[in-house]
């Protein structure tokens, strides 16, 4: 009887699925819902999701399978997202399950809510506005691209040799994060391209986040604790970045020992910028105030996870950005050539010229340039979906009512498509959409260009990011021709960052 049962579920689910086949709107299966559409598409998932946005006035509610209290809301709807991030910004948080699916944060700034993410944000503002650690930022942001892309590049170019970007540029950004965080130098961009077993970490974690938001719970947790699949892979990514991060933090605890020590003998006094340098001085503090008892082993938690969420997101949303830069300088010529005749008009150069890295605010008088990573960051956010979740049930401004603890994914790759936003031209790169008639920068509503975040989330490292992206790309545009390999494909990876799957393989020529 019960082999019978189940034979007719299929034939049903059968006879179903062939109804539907052809359909390219999103199927609501019996007892599965609507998970087998996005599992079906998870390779192509941000422009799936785009057409069920656009096709269902931008916002969409999304059931799983039947009792498995999965369900989500989309939106790319502009009124909704100004709404969720700053108008009701206080009955939307990260919420329970986005801390569960991406545990391995910890309590980090890009997990936390409430108390301990005003602490965390606070830190970072007060670590981002001090003038000795952006000039630090700086002049490693230029000592790597002159000791380390530009070798390599050169390298390329003598030898004929294809380069692959993306990774040039993920190595660039973890060399810099890891100098002004950790203080230390890993140089993983170094001629022989040395493997990072920390950033491979990384790449395996994030893949196993997208597929984790279209699972119920149960299951991704069950796939955990059996150690199979793509669990399996984040848990051995997980050990992996642990070690590295515990270890580092172990050996600056070591080395502030051993200099506080040669103070006391020699009355030399060294002050350090990077950022876990600085929280060890404000942890010191604190003790002092506490008559010695804050915990260290606390303490190295909080450090572990400020790590962390800093070096993903500084690792990933620059280094992502500057691949998708170049994909677009190397597909249409006649911006190259904008950019190009920007930096001669404004330096007074000539073809041939040596670069020499120009101040933060001589940079950022670039308006080309700056309008460029602009419309890049429209259509390729390095992070496509941003997380919420109601405190309370609330309704949209699209009409749309949600549940105590729902979730909700703000798709900005959506939004960077819409022609209500950007116009009929929105598939159109187009950076002079971002500049007005008198020459300077069109300064978009937040809660229509949402890469960075809008309301009190608004990213705190967005002036960091501009001027770290801003270095590299002015220097490799001035130095280097870099043309996409014959026959390298270019599309999105399965990942919850908008990394290109093949990477960038290019070939270069030095000017």
């Known amino acids: 009887m019960e082999a019978a049962i189940a034979a007719l579920v299929v034939v049903y689910l059968i006879w179903f699925w062939i109804l539907n086949r052809h359909k390219p709107h999103l199927t609501n299966w019996p007892i599965l819902g609507m998970l087998p559409s996005f599992l079906i ?12 946005l656009q096709t269902n006035g931008h916002t969409i509610t999304i059931e799983g399978p039947w009792f498995s209290n999965f369900s989500l809301v989309f939106t790319s709807d502009p009124e909704n997202v100004h709404y969720i991030l700053s108008k009701n910004f206080a009955n939307f948080n990260k919420g329970h399950d986005f801390k569960e699916i991406f545990e391995n944060l910890g309590e980090g700034i890009l997990v936390a809510d409430g108390d301990s993410w005003k602490m965390q944000r606070k830190l970072s503002h007060s670590l981002f506005k001090n003038s000795n650690f952006l000039s630090l930022v700086e002049k490693c ?124 003998e020699e009355g030399d006094e060294k002050d350090e910028f990077d950022m876990i340098s600085i929280l060890m001085k404000e942890e010191a503090v604190m003790e002092k105030c506490n008559n010695g008892n804050n915990s260290t082993k606390a303490h190295d938690k909080f450090l572990r996870d400020s790590v962390m969420n800093i070096l993903s997101a500084g690792r990933d949303t620059s280094s992502t950005a500057l691949t998708w830069f170049f994909w677009v300088v190397a597909t249409y010529p006649q911006v190259r050539s904008k950019l190009i005749q920007e930096i001669e008009a404004f330096f007074q150069m000539k073809p041939g010229d040596p670069w020499t890295f120009p101040s933060v605010s001589e940079l950022n008088k670039l308006v ?66 971002w500049i007005s008639e008198k020459g300077s920068i069109i300064d978009m509503p937040s809660y229509k260009f949402n890469t960075f975040g809008a309301g009190p989330r608004l990213c705190v490292g967005k002036d960091l990011a501009f001027m770290e992206m801003k270095t590299v790309a002015a220097a490799i545009i001035w130095s280097y ?31």
């Not at 598409?41 to 069920?52: S, W």
């Not at 391209?193 to 974690?205: C, G, S």
């Not at 908008?498 to 000017?511: P, R, S």
Request: proline share 3%; with cysteine.
């Open 41 to 52: 598409n998870v390779t192509r998932v941000h422009d799936f999701i785009t057409y069920l």
């Open 481 to 511: 021709d870099l043309k996409i390999v014959t026959g390298h494909s270019v599309s999105l990876a399965s990942s919850i960052i908008l990394h290109m799957k093949n990477g960038l393989k290019v070939n270069v020529t030095k000017k």
């Open 141 to 264: 942001a230029e000592q790597k691209v002159q000791d380390g892309l530009f070798k390599i590049l050169d390298h390329a170019s003598e030898s004929g040799l294809e380069v692959d970007m993306q990774d040039l540029f993920q190595r660039f950004t973890f060399d810099v994060a890891c100098i002004f965080m950790l203080g230390v130098d890993l140089n993983s961009l170094a001629l022989g391209l040395p493997e990072v077993p920390f950033t491979r970490a990384i790449d395996d974690l994030e893949e196993t986040l997208l597929h984790r938001h279209f699972k119920p719970e149960r299951l991704w947790k069950l796939q955990k604790w059996l150690r199979v699949g793509m669990e399996k892979k984040a848990l051995k990514a997980a050990k992996t970045f642990n070690d590295f991060i515990y270890h580092q933090i172990a050996l600056k605890r070591e080395l502030i020992n051993n200099r506080k020590s040669s103070r006391n």
């Open 368 to 433: 080309y340039l700056h309008a460029t990573f602009c419309e890049t960051l429209r259509l390729y956010t390095p992070v496509p979906f941003n997380h919420k979740a109601s405190v309370k049930a609330d309704t949209l401004p699209s009409g749309h009512r949600v549940k105590q603890e729902t979730k909700i994914m703000i798709s900005m790759y959506t939004m960077g498509r819409m022609e209500e936003i950007w116009g009929k031209d929105a598939l159109v790169f187009r950076p002079e959409r």
